[in-house]
């Protein structure tokens, strides 16, 4: 396998670095400790135009979609041509690498396509609103331009923690709500779709590979377990007396580690918040809300719903405690698309790079875009792991061989 092409990986590094640090400067993020930009804030307009500058200067024309997605192309409007993309918010605490890598990876892509001989329709897109910061909704440009998404949740129900709708935020941000389901044409005549992103596990770095492409992203469940017992006082209740509800949700979070472990197959389960209520130390617990979030890549994070739901309403009923599972949301498992798997790892496997076939379990916003088009990701290695941090770390030199082998792929299944 000889490589489709070969980049100057130093200036590709370089060029990378210049972006990420660029937009990790104080007129890109509300906080100086953190990357901290959401939707419709100034920085987050900062970075969009940073984008549109670095690909007009390209010949790129750019635009947005009515909610306020990024897209660029270097063919028409509408015309066939590969994508290429991430998202470039933030979460609350953020780095300068999550999603923002995977835009300016693309962004590379696109300055490598247009330095070759070959004319190599691109589409970039940056999607809006991947992290669920600004409104509590997790990939929302995505689902709106997949159409995942109702007028009724857009107008109501996506709020932003002081209470704004997301249709009039995005109004107050001259965009044009009421025109959201136009954002479908976005994805009219993609040909393929790519994503880069830090890997946000410790897969990579634990095991010397510089490059994980993704064959299939983890569907997950997210809820909630409540426990209602009675909150009695903790002095003069004795222990035969009392509904606390604190014990059935203890034997709950046991059980979600022991199924994760029995059903396996890249099913995890985790139960990130505990809530008691009145949470105080003489009180016996009266109500207690313990979160479930569960994924798997094989159908597991399912099985684990719909075994440890029964668990719990079992040994809450054993002990008296009333019980209600209160389902947020969830998303299927994603298949990547096996011919652009197999074009990635036969690009990879030419650099003669570390590399691995690999699961996300994390979710992206090409989950949205494999609704309609054939779609893959690439993954570098992050610091430990790290991510949704100040402390998230990544070797932009991994990028830009990651920026090669996307861009040798792209030319791979073009020809
Ligand atoms: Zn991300």
Same mark, same amino acid.
Do not use: Y
């Given at each position: 396998m000889t490589k489709s092409v070969t980049i100057d990986r130093e200036r590709s590094t370089q060029r990378i670095e210049n972006d990420i640090e660029t937009l990790a400067g104080p007129d890109f993020t509300e906080s100086d400790q953190a990357i901290r930009r959401y939707a419709y804030t100034p920085q987050y307009e900062n970075t969009l135009q940073y984008f549109t500058r670095e690909l007009e200067q390209i010949g790129f024309s750019v635009w947005r979609d009515p909610v306020g997605t990024l897209i660029a192309s270097n063919v028409p409007k509408g015309a066939p041509a590969f994508g290429v993309g991430s998202h470039c918010d933030s979460n609350r605490n953020g780095g300068k690498y999550d999603g923002t890598l995977g835009v300016v990876?693309?962004?590379?892509?696109?300055?490598?396509?247009?330095?070759? &001989?070959?004319?190599?329709?691109?589409?970039?897109?940056?999607?809006?609103?991947?992290?669920?910061? $600004?409104? $509590?909704?997790?990939?929302?440009?995505?689902?709106?331009?997949?159409?995942?998404?109702?007028?009724?949740?857009?107008?109501?129900?996506f709020l932003t923690p002081e209470g704004v709708p997301f249709w009039d935020a995005a109004k107050a941000a001259g965009y044009e709500p009421e025109r959201w389901r136009e954002s479908a044409e976005e994805l009219e005549g993609l040909t393929g779709w790519i994503e880069l992103h830090i890997e946000q596990g410790r897969v990579l770095q634990d095991t010397g590979n510089r490059i994980g492409v993704v064959h299939a992203i983890a569907g997950y469940v997210h809820g909630d377990f409540h426990f209602a017992g009675r909150a009695d006082h903790a002095g003069a209740t004795p222990m035969n007396f009392r509904v606390d509800a604190a014990l059935p949700a203890a034997?709950?979070?046991?059980?979600?580690?022991?199924?994760?472990?029995?059903?396996?197959?890249?099913?995890?389960?985790?139960?990130?918040?505990?809530?008691?209520f009145p949470s105080l130390i003489n009180v016996v617990p009266g109500g207690v809300r313990v979160s479930l979030d569960t994924r798997s890549v094989t159908g597991g994070h399912l099985e684990l719903r719909d075994r440890i739901v029964a668990y719990a309403e079992e040994r809450a009923e054993a002990r008296g405690v009333g019980f209600e599972w209160v389902e947020r949301q969830g998303l299927d498992v994603t298949p990547m698309s096996d011919t652009i798997v197999e074009a990635l790892r036969a690009e990879a496997e030419a650099t003669g790079e570390p590399f691995i076939v690999m699961p996300s379990g994390?979710?992206?916003?090409?989950?949205?875009?494999?609704?309609?088009?054939?779609?893959?990701?690439?993954?570098?290695?992050?610091?430990?792991?790290?991510?949704?941090?100040?402390?998230?770390?990544? &070797?932009?030199? &991994?990028?830009?061989?990651?920026?090669?082998?996307?861009?040798g792929a792209i030319m791979a299944l073009d020809a």
């Open positions: 990876t693309a962004l590379e892509v696109c300055r490598l396509a247009q330095e070759s &001989d070959q004319q190599i329709p691109l589409r970039l897109i940056s999607f809006l609103e991947e992290e669920g910061s $600004g409104f $509590g909704q997790m990939l929302l440009g995505s689902r709106i331009m997949a159409q995942r998404v109702t007028e009724e949740e857009l107008k109501t129900k034997e709950t979070i046991l059980e979600v580690e022991r199924l994760a472990n029995e059903i396996g197959d890249t099913t995890v389960g985790t139960t990130g918040e505990i809530e008691s994390a979710a992206h916003d090409t989950m949205c875009v494999a609704d309609s088009t054939p779609t893959a990701m690439v993954f570098v290695p992050c610091l430990d792991g790290l991510s949704h941090t100040p402390l998230e770390d990544s &070797d932009t030199a &991994d990028a830009a061989l990651a920026a090669e082998i996307i861009l």
